[in-house]
């Protein structure tokens, strides 16, 4: 389906679902550089290319930047929460779909305009609102891409004015891989970070702590109370990978019923996963969501 993604004269609206970032990015920049004739390192100097993604907020209150697509990355895993002494908001404001009309109310310098709307699924309501009515409306020849994780995570509005392109990269299995190979093939850029975050070792004690919870060989405080000290995304990333690891690996093996059970508590674990997302972003206190979460994984 994602043949289907071309840049032409003709105005355009693209809602492109992948959850590897680094990937739905990458091939996105390259197609909008190859319509420029630009080289993806200069393609955003582009003055007919515009790039929208979580704001940058200086100690006033005002907007000085937008994450770039490694930053926002960072910030997915947990491992980025400030630039220097500016934080980093949690969603795509109104102010910036503004600046993304004006730019829009504007002549191209050659043939079109193109957004790219970076982490869509984090525009609030009032910017979700007008972006609506711009991709309505839009009054020059523009193409919007937006890039998201998750198809539901998109207002069904949005997604009505758009075409879904999905885009998810091939990953197959070995049978006799184990975890952590797993884990670093389907998060590469978490590999390629490693020496400066210790992920691999972190990685692995996280996996033999998750095994002692499920074994009821661990305490889940315990537990909760050392993972308060590791970034919770990373946690939850590990987590539902070890639960996908655990489940895919099951097909290998003749059925068992003494770990039906044992599948199904992995199941149910998996499907909390995205309300401990949102209760982050709503900033929950984060020890109770650790609480709750090895709390399910122990019962």
């Given at each position: 389906m994602i043949n289907r993604f071309s840049l032409d004269h003709q105005s355009k609206n693209y809602l492109i679902i992948s959850s590897d970032i680094e990937s739905r990015y990458e091939m996105v920049i390259k197609k909008v550089g190859e319509y420029y004739d630009k080289s993806v390192e200069k393609i955003l100097e582009n003055p007919d290319v515009m790039y929208v993604s979580l704001p940058v907020i200086d100690k006033s209150g005002n907007i000085t930047s937008t994450l770039s697509n490694y930053e926002l990355q960072m910030r997915e895993y947990g491992l980025l929460d400030k630039l220097d002494t500016n934080r980093i908001g949690n969603e795509i404001t109104i102010d910036q779909i503004r600046e993304v009309i004006s730019f829009t109310q504007i002549s191209a310098h050659k043939n079109?305009?193109?957004?790219?709307?970076?982490?869509?699924?984090?525009?609030?309501?009032?910017?979700?609102?007008?972006?609506?009515?711009?991709?309505?409306?839009?009054?020059?020849?523009?193409?919007?891409?937006?890039?998201?994780?998750?198809?539901?995570?998109?207002?069904?509005?949005?997604?009505?004015?758009?075409?879904?392109?999905?885009?998810?990269?091939?990953?197959?299995?070995?049978?006799?891989?184990?975890?952590?190979?797993?884990?670093?093939?389907?998060?590469?850029?978490?590999?390629?970070?490693?020496?400066?975050?210790?992920?691999?070792?972190?990685?692995?004690?996280?996996?033999?702590?998750?095994?002692?919870?499920?074994?009821?060989?661990?305490?889940?405080?315990?537990v909760s109370n050392e993972w308060s000290n590791i970034h919770l995304n990373l946690i939850l990333c590990i987590v539902v990978e070890y639960i996908i690891f655990n489940c895919k690996n099951a097909i290998y093996k003749p059925f068992d019923q003494s770990l039906d059970q044992y599948h199904k508590k992995l199941v149910d674990t998996y499907t909390k996963i995205p309300l401990i997302k949102k209760n982050i972003n709503l900033n929950i206190n984060t020890k109770y969501l650790l609480n709750n979460l090895t709390i399910e994984l122990a019962s």
């Open positions: 079109k305009k193109t957004v790219i709307l970076n982490s869509a699924s984090n525009m609030n309501k009032e910017a979700s609102s007008a972006l609506l009515k711009t991709l309505e409306e839009v009054s020059s020849n523009c193409t919007f891409i937006l890039l998201a994780s998750s198809l539901n995570s998109i207002a069904e509005t949005i997604k009505s004015r758009c075409q879904v392109l999905q885009h998810e990269q091939n990953f197959e299995m070995n049978k006799n891989s184990n975890f952590k190979d797993f884990f670093f093939s389907k998060h590469p850029f978490l590999r390629n970070i490693d020496p400066d975050y210790n992920i691999f070792n972190l990685t692995e004690s996280i996996k033999v702590q998750i095994d002692g919870l499920l074994d009821k060989t661990l305490d889940p405080i315990d």
